[in-house]
Structure formats: C-alpha cells, structure tokens
C-alpha cells in the first residue's frame, strides 16, 4: 500500500512539475505568433505589413498602427525602402462613392493615441516595386518622424484580414 500511494504522489508531482512548465510557456509566448512591433522613443510601430501582389503588379501598400501612448506626439514625415522606386504617404478618401488616393506630406501621431494605417485610409504608396511581395517573405521600411528620427521596420508580406470584409477601395488602386 505504501508503494502505491508513494507512486500516485510521484504521478501527482510530475504533473504539477508539467502544468507549471506549459503555463510558464505559454506566458512568454506572444497570444499573436505573426505580431512584431518595433520603438523608436515613445513611438511603437506595430505589425507593419503588405499584402502579396501579382507578379506583374507595379504597386503595392505597406499597413501599420503608430501610437506614442506614453510620449508627447510626433509627426511621420516620411517613408523609405529598397523595395519600390518611391513611397509616399497616402490618404484614401471617398468622393461621390469613387475611392481616391492622394499624397500627403506627413501624418500626425498625436500624444496619449494611435494613428492607425489600413486599407481604404492612411498607407505607405509602394510605387514602382523592384519585385513581387510573395507572401511569407519581408523587405525593410524606413520611416521618418519630425522629432524622433528614423526607424527601420521589418515589413512582413502576409494577407490583411481585419478588413477584407469591409469592401477595401484599395484593392482597386493595384
């Protein structure tokens, strides 16, 4: 009798020891195993991302969240990469139910808030791409804030789902 319940606490033991072990890993394992972000101050760049394009496609779209929660706001002035001839920052309005896209010299990220860039709104303008975004594959983008300076993000090529759903004027723009 001694020998079985010696065992059933060793079996009670080495279960326990396994619970802690899988709960520790699971804590230091990200909830999104695809979710990267990167800092520059008080700045937080999170999960910049392109969808795939054609091989054909000359253009192509870079979406991301800026936030600076904690600091006392900034401006992104501009964006760089060695994957497209140029990128500009653009906007996409609705104007009498025809998407358009424009140009603009800089987006506010204001203090305490998240500025986010998405398809059918704010986005980098990937124009003149040097190559096909295939997806699982990554290129870097450099972007550029009135204050904080320069950052280099990893952009991840991979499909947009949050809003796929909502009838994306962008799609159109490629």
Known sequence: MVMGRERSIWWVAVLGLMALVSSAWLM???????????SLGT???DHPMARPTAPVAKNGA????????????D??????????????IHK????NDVARMEK????????????VFEPGGLHIMLMGLKGQ??????FPLTLEFENAGTVEVDVKVEQYHAHDEEGDAHKGHH
């Open 28 to 38: 230091s394992t990200p909830m999104n195993a695809n979710a990267h972000e990167f």
């Open 43 to 45: 700045l937080k760049i």
């Open 62 to 73: 870079v979406f991301f969240t800026i936030s600076d929660f904690d600091g006392p706001g």
């Open 75 to 88: 401006r992104l002035v501009s964006a760089s990469t060695p994957q497209a001839a140029r990128t500009e």
């Open 92 to 95: 996409t309005s609705i104007v």
């Open 104 to 115: 603009v010299d800089g987006v506010a990220i204001p203090a305490g808030d998240a500025v």
């Open 133 to 138: 975004l295939v997806e699982g594959d990554s």
